[in-house]
């Protein structure tokens, strides 16, 4: 079966400062990822998926993305936060015909 | 209208109410979801209909009723609910199923269901 873990649930950093929201998946073969995001009252936005290929993309809003298939990782980054990306961040896996969410890390940014 | 619209997008109901949840993609998408989602939980998938037929049923109480009559609207009807049933209820949608090949899933901004 799929999942997957997002270790920190809830993240604080100085706007300007540098941004990195950890993900590890499991999955038995060449995963699709995927990073959400959920500012409050609203539904979930694609950042950037990861299919093959590259394993740094890149996402909207200045975010990118590395896979790392040694660490079954995928973790998110930015190099300077903004107050406006203060938000929850979904990892998810896709395959098996469907999508598994992580359960989110909420992200403060503080002046 | 565009994108994935959600009505209501709040709702008080007692125990014994009927009420029902209305999702309408103006995308043209072929497949629609409902996802539960609670605090401190993952998202989990409710239902999931591609060209109005459903093709999963995450093992959802009865309690919970969905309706695809067309491919552009999704419902979801709640009978005899549960305090445990409050959360915010995600309606979604992608091209095709699965959503994996497509590459995304557009949601709406929710229902935040509150069952007393």
């Known amino acids: 079966a799929q999942s997957v873990t997002q270790p920190d649930i809830h993240i604080t950093v100085s706007e300007g400062a540098s941004l990195e929201l950890r993900c590890n998946y499991s999955?038995?073969?060449?995963?699709?990822l995927f990073w959400y995001v959920q500012s409050p009252g609203q539904g979930l936005q694609l950042l950037l998926k990861?299919?093959?290929?590259?394993?740094l993309v890149q996402g909207i809003k200045g975010f990118e993305a590395e896979f790392k298939r040694s660490q079954s990782s995928f973790n998110l980054r930015k190099p300077s936060v903004h107050w406006s990306d203060a938000a929850e961040y979904f990892c998810a896996v896709g395959g098996y015909q469907k999508v598994t969410f992580g359960i989110g890390t909420k992200l403060q940014v503080i002046p | 209208e565009t994108g994935v619209t959600q009505t209501p997008r709040h709702l008080v109901m007692g125990m014994t109410n009927k009420k029902s949840l209305k999702c309408e993609q103006h995308l043209g998408h072929n497949a629609m979801y409902w996802y539960k989602q609670s605090a401190k939980k993952p998202l989990e998938l409710m239902f999931v209909?591609?060209?109005?037929?459903?093709?999963e049923n995450n093992s959802v109480p009865s309690r919970f009723s969905p309706e695809c009559p067309n491919s552009s609207h999704l419902f979801l009807h709640l009978h005899t609910l549960q305090p445990e049933d409050s959360a915010l209820y995600l309606c979604a949608s992608s091209q095709d199923l699965p959503a994996t090949n497509t590459g995304e899933l557009f949601f709406g901004e929710g229902s935040r269901l509150t069952v007393l």
């Open positions: 209909y591609s060209l109005e037929e459903r093709v």
């Open positions: 990861y299919f093959s290929g590259d394993t």
């Open positions: 999955y038995g073969a060449t995963p699709y």
